[in-house]
């Protein structure tokens, strides 16, 4: 897992330096020279889709997304691991039921090109499958861990 973690990792550094240096020369063209980059917006919009589906799955890995932890906090040890457990499944459930259909989505959009650069939008789409993959494998290894918690 610590592959999948530095995969992570290096990809949404490398996309968010990309989107760093790239509306940073935008903005250097448009307002000292006049010439504006057709495409770096553009650009930057489609490594933000990438950033946000990876960025989903460190949330998943890191427990931060949003939670009624103030019911949470008052069910004991033991119901909260098996609510956790059960939320960690039907969210499971739900990623591995909108994957094929992600993928089909990107699939058809790889014959699509965008307008200012000519990438190929499923490019962009396979975020979607990607990022519900990772976040599937989180949510895996999240719930294997509580169920080893629970039988020590």
């Not at 799955?57 to 009624?68: A, M, Q």
């Not at 962009?124 to 294997?144: E, H, N, Q, S």
């Amino acid at each position: 897992m610590k592959l999948l973690e530095k995969f992570e990792n290096f990809i949404v550094l490398v996309f968010l330096g990309m989107m760093f240096v790239i509306l940073l020369f935008q903005i250097i063209l448009r307002y000292f020279f006049n010439h504006p980059l057709i495409w770096s917006e553009e650009l930057a919009r489609y490594l933000f889709v990438w950033v946000a589906f990876i960025g989903a799955s460190f949330g998943v890995r890191d427990s931060s997304h949003i939670k009624l932890t103030v019911i949470f906090n008052f069910f004991s040890k033991k119901l909260r691991t098996v609510i956790s457990a059960s939320t960690n499944i039907v969210c499971i459930l739900f990623f591995l039921y909108l994957i094929p259909d992600s993928i089909r989505l990107a699939a058809d959009q790889f014959s699509v090109a965008s307008s200012a650069i000519g990438l190929p939008m499923g490019l962009v789409f396979l975020a979607v499958p990607v990022g519900f993959v990772l976040m599937t494998i989180r949510l895996l290894i999240d719930t294997i861990g509580l169920f080893r918690k629970t039988t020590q």
